[in-house]
């Protein structure tokens, strides 16, 4: 326990208080619910077994899985490039930062770097698919609470973004438009004009939201103290991207690391927040929506003139060893630990995907809550099913 | 003239025949058209979308659609329920014949009413409370957690804002010195205030917090989405209504709105003077005096009043997330009952101060 | 703690009826889709096309799909020699060439790979089948597509040479 707020100290004495009462008072029989398989908050196929006492939650643990689709093992039968098109289904909403981890891996291993053109549009790309992933969360979050407006706002602005990675890409959802060595093409005339555009539109709907939700006097009852990690916690439970720095963690892999992305060439912010609470959790998002228009903003200035491909053979086969690269996506880090015996395609891959972490500390934080705290607590982590089970 | 028309002539079964059929329109027209102007386009607007479109002119038949489809479906028991199938299968039907019983004393004209009860007002808010017993039995006899839960969350809703609600609505009644819904409307309209009778006397004006009170309350009733935890299709997929399809779901779709209607009617009659215009604009004194073609003027009047109270409890149903189970109660408990104790005191000592 | 202030929430209500009007006036962000209808970029991975002529039955693409979707038979034959007195020329002739677009993914590794130009993206979107048999596209309705073949887009200021396609 050390370098704990006031605050995070109290809450955490209070989680600890009602785990005791709960053991030592409540004589009645629960009731066990069971959230999922198939259930609106859960976003697909997650199972989450709670014991009830009337509506508060006296044990809860997830069960995942239900979707589980063995990319581990698929990559050990494809080759680079068929990886890179299967890896972009594992976080779908965010799919391009998905395969940027894996490329680079591959990358390190073959001892090429992509020209700096390709990384400054590998960069914005990346930032895109975060906007993108992470406007729909604020959306849905109002879902979860019961506010029905601000999701279509999320679809409506999200689709701008989605149409200019379509339009740079071709694919809405799957762009696989990276290669070992650089990117597939350049981007189309008249792409750095419609994303200046597209990012003011983007800040409207973050000020749209703040004002819709955030500011809502009943959506900040509900989310206030609600389901607070302290610090120390949300560190052991390896948690990563928003959810630790909602916790006053000042960790990002677009600063802290030096990998070849143009992260380091821009200047932003990273948003931390001391309560560690569902609010802080989604304020850190809508704020990281905002610094990412900047970023795009800024990478889109100073983008240089040069190829998007490096020299690499037309079949790609890695030498022999063993690379980890993790970079920070949407739902926080997402790395790949790839092994390589020299052939066209990788013999083992270990996925690291934040959702999987990111819902491991459910049975810890379930403790004691109301039902419907398990649903503000739930969308305010932020998890999504393909990036639990792959 | 009115006696045609208001079959006070006609024997007993014609008279009972009017009545059926004008309750009916009393009851679904403005479900109808609530569900259209506000949950179809208005809904739709506000999110930057048309709505339906293609189901007639700007998807005016849509609703028509839409109660086909779901007299299609398959009228599903689920299996745990099935040995007490007739207790499942007449919750929704409970909902719905509560909407009925409370349109009865609403007053849509001089002359355009089904009865006239003394203690009107006293009669709705009692039979208002019936639906509590469709929902509680609609929640338990699913035989599904959600449901039940949903079910228990409503009943300790409903009775808890059933209090602000009476309590709010006893200022009003003090201010009028009536029960009777049909007397409420005739005195905002010849009431005067401060000597000028120019638009009545309101008793939105006089009343006001009594009427924030009661709209709070009737969001609460109709559990719109700062208050739908019975509902909340996030948490409970359904609450209540998750185990029914079909045309038992459809029932409980009118009831909600119906019952919408029906309480924005009696909101507008409470404090907006219903279905009158103040009487010192024709030189009308008393409800006698009133002319006839009030009784066609009336129900459109009070359509009118009605919608533009119903736009305002669904713009806060669309706009606002909605509240926890505790924080509710603790709402009504702890802010809307003293306030409108407050409220009736202060009522009662200017009521006999002036 | 449960007391709604009213600043907060006013804003909210402010947001939706702000949007109210602008829908009204601007009309809707939607499109009502069977009536008008959204140009997909050039770019955009709708459908891929076969242009018969260039494929050579060299069976890339069909290896590297990564579900296997791809399905291509084919038979050598002897076609008159170029120049009269020449000996006569062997070619691949392609007797089946079909996708089968209920396992595609569309990640594009076979229109990259192939290397003599036989296989491209059209930005086509409207082909979806009540059966899902008839999802599988042979080489004639492959043919088709090229009609629908867009030229590839302009680049972007700044970017070094021409894209292959």
């Known amino acids: 326990m050390t370098m704990l707020g006031d605050r995070q100290q109290l809450a955490y004495i209070a989680s600890q208080a009602a785990d005791a009462r709960v053991n030592v008072e409540l004589e009645t029989e629960g009731m066990t619910l069971n959230i999922g398989p198939q259930h609106p908050a859960t976003h697909g196929t997650l199972r989450i077994i709670a014991r009830l006492d009337g509506e508060q939650v006296v044990w809860a643990e997830p069960s995942a899985g239900y979707m589980h689709r063995g990319y581990e093992k698929l990559t050990e039968v494809r080759t680079f490039p068929q990886v890179t098109a299967l890896v972009n289904r594992i976080d779908w909403l965010g799919s391009f930062a998905n395969e940027v981890p894996f490329i680079l891996a591959a990358e390190k291993l073959m001892g090429v770097e992509a020209p700096s053109r390709a990384q400054h549009i590998r960069t914005i790309l990346f930032e895109l698919s975060r906007i993108a992933n992470v406007s729909l969360f604020l959306g849905d979050l109002g879902v979860q609470l019961g506010a029905i407006t601000p999701v279509f706002f999320a679809f409506r602005d999200r689709e701008y973004v989605l149409n200019l990675i379509e339009g740079a890409t071709g694919g809405r959802f799957h762009p696989n438009f990276d290669r070992i060595g650089g990117l597939k093409d350049d981007l189309p005339a008249g792409f750095i004009d419609e994303t200046r555009i597209v990012m003011k539109k983007l800040r409207t709907f973050c000020d749209q939201i703040e004002d819709l939700l955030f500011g809502n006097e009943i959506f900040q009852s509900r989310t206030r103290g609600i389901g607070v990690i302290p610090k120390d916690v949300a560190l052991s439970y390896g948690l990563s991207g928003a959810n630790l720095r909602a916790s006053g963690v000042d960790w990002d892999l677009r600063r802290d690391q030096d990998i070849p992305m143009a992260w380091n060439k821009t200047d932003f912010k990273v948003i931390t927040h001391p309560d560690g609470d569902s609010f802080a959790r989604c304020w850190v998002r809508l704020q990281e929506v905002r610094e990412s228009t900047k970023i795009v903003d800024q990478l889109l200035d100073t983008i240089p003139a040069g190829p998007v491909m490096a020299k690499v053979p037309k079949i790609i086969k890695v030498p022999e060893g063993e690379a980890w690269v993790s970079t920070e996506n949407p739902l926080g880090e997402m790395g790949y630990y790839v092994v390589s015996q020299g052939d066209q395609g990788p013999f083992r891959v270990k996925i690291r995907s934040a959702s999987f972490n990111n819902i491991s500390i459910v049975p810890w934080l379930l403790k004691g809550v109301y039902v419907p705290d398990i649903i503000t607590i739930l969308a305010s982590l932020y998890f999504i099913l393909g990036d639990i089970d792959r | ?354 | ?165």
């Not at chain 2, 007490?84 to 009865?104: C, D, H, N, Q, Y």
């Not at chain 2, 004006?205 to 009427?211: D, H, N, S």
């Not at chain 2, 024709?282 to 009133?290: A, C, K, P, Q, Y």
């Not at chain 3, 170029?82 to 590794?109: E, Q, S």
Request: with cysteine; proline share 6%; hydrophobic share 50%.
């Open chain 2, 1 to 354: 003239m009115n006696a045609v028309l208001f079959a006070s002539d006609l024997p007993y079964w014609l008279q009972s025949i009017f009545r059926v059929l004008g309750g009916l329109v009393a009851v679904l027209l403005p479900a109808g058209t609530v569900v259209y102007l506000f949950l179809f386009k208005m809904l739709s607007f506000m999110q930057s979308r048309l709505g339906p479109m293609e189901a007639g002119p700007y998807g005016s038949m849509q609703l028509f659609a839409e109660v086909g489809k779901w007299l299609q479906k398959e009228d599903i028991v689920p299996a745990n329920a099935q040995p007490e199938a007739r207790i499942f299968k007449m919750a929704p039907l409970i909902v719905l014949a509560s909407t009925f019983l409370l349109v009865v004393v609403v007053p849509f004209g001089p002359d355009a009413l089904f009865t006239d009860f003394e203690t009107g007002i006293f009669y709705a808010l009692a039979v208002s409370s019936i639906s509590v017993l469709g929902i509680l039995i609609a929640g338990w006899a699913s035989a599904n957690k959600y449901s039940l839960l949903g079910g228990l969350r409503a009943a300790g809703q409903l009775v808890a804002y059933e209090l602000p609600m009476v309590l709010a609505v006893i200022g009003v009644v003090i201010q009028a010195g009536t029960m009777n819904l049909q007397q409420i409307v005739v005195a905002q309209n010849t009431g005067s205030m401060f000597g000028w009778d120019g638009i009545g006397n309101p008793y939105v004006l006089t009343q006001f917090v009594a009427f924030i009170i009661f709209m709070i309350s009737v969001q609460a009733e109709l559990s719109q989405t700062p208050f739908d935890m019975p509902i909340a299709e996030s948490e409970l997929v359904s609450g209540y209504m998750t185990e029914y399809s079909g045309f038992r779901f459809l029932i409980f779709f009118i009831g909600e709105f119906a019952t919408a209607g029906v309480f924005a009617m009696i909101a507008s009659i409470l404090f907006l003077g219903g279905w009158g215009v103040p009487f010192a604009w024709f030189g009308w004194t008393t409800i006698d005096s009133v002319d006839n073609w009030m009784n066609f003027a009336g129900p459109l009047i009070l359509f009118a009043k009605m919608m533009a109270l119903v736009f305002f409890i669904m713009w806060i149903r669309f706009s606002s997330p909605r509240l926890r189970e505790d924080q509710l109660q603790r709402f009504a408990w702890k802010v809307l009952i003293p306030i409108s104790l407050v409220n009736i005191m202060l009522t009662a000592v200017l009521k006999v101060a002036f």
């Open chain 3, 1 to 165: 703690m449960a007391k709604p202030k009213v600043p907060g929430m006013f804003k909210g209500l402010g947001v939706t009826f702000a949007t109210l009007l602008a829908t009204a006036k601007n009309g809707a962000d939607t499109v009502q889709y069977p009536h008008e209808k959204e140009t997909p970029p050039i770019r955009a991975r709708g459908v891929i096309a076969l242009h018969e002529d260039n494929c050579t039955s060299c069976m890339l693409c069909a290896r590297s799909c990564p579900d296997w979707c791809i399905y291509i038979e084919g038979h050598k034959e002897l076609a008159p020699p170029r120049r009269a007195g020449g000996a006569p020329r062997k070619v691949n002739k392609l007797d089946r060439f079909d996708i089968d677009y209920a396992l595609c993914m569309y990640c594009g590794i076979c229109v990259e790979v192939c290397p003599f130009d036989a296989l491209f993206w059209s930005p086509e979107y409207e082909y979806s089948e009540p059966r899902i048999a008839d999802l599988l596209h042979d080489k004639a309705k492959l043919g088709e597509w090229m009609q629908t073949v867009p030229e590839a887009p302009e680049l972007e200021a700044g970017a070094e040479k021409k894209g292959k396609k």
